[in-house]
Nanobody, 123 residues
């Protein structure tokens, strides 16, 4: 189906902003896409998702109004803009695809997904 590659993580101060990019290789760019985050020893939590045509977006309550998800199907990228960052946003962020918008589970095990991209929010 293809591969997903995350980039753009780093460190920011509380109140700052970061942008994460997921580049999709292969056919999976046509699927619904989601950004998950994981803290050590925990499952991945879905923070933002977007349907294949970008008509539908969904956000976790913890990031609503601060995080924004976009996709560019020509470039095969999904962008997560993170503003108003808080220390609790610190996590490893992963992107994931699913054939349908509803197929992106709110929580799921993700230890086998790959390294993701680290976000650290600290003063």
């Amino acid at each position: 189906q293809g591969q997903l590659v995350e980039s753009g993580g780093g460190q920011a101060q509380p109140g700052g902003r970061l942008s994460l990019t997921c580049t999709a290789e292969g056919m999976i760019y046509a699927y619904a896409m989601g950004w998950y985050r994981q803290n050590p020893g925990k499952e991945c939590e879905l923070v933002a998702s977007i349907s294949n045509g970008a008509a539908r977006r969904s956000y976790a309550d913890s990031v609503k109004g601060r995080f924004f998800i976009h996709r560019d199907n020509e470039k095969r990228t999904v962008l997560l803009e993170m503003t108003g960052l808080k220390p609790e946003d610190t996590a490893v962020y992963h992107c994931k695809s699913a054939p349908t918008f509803g197929g992106l589970s709110v929580r799921q095990p993700c230890d086998s997904w790959g390294q993701g991209t680290q976000v650290i929010v600290s003063s």
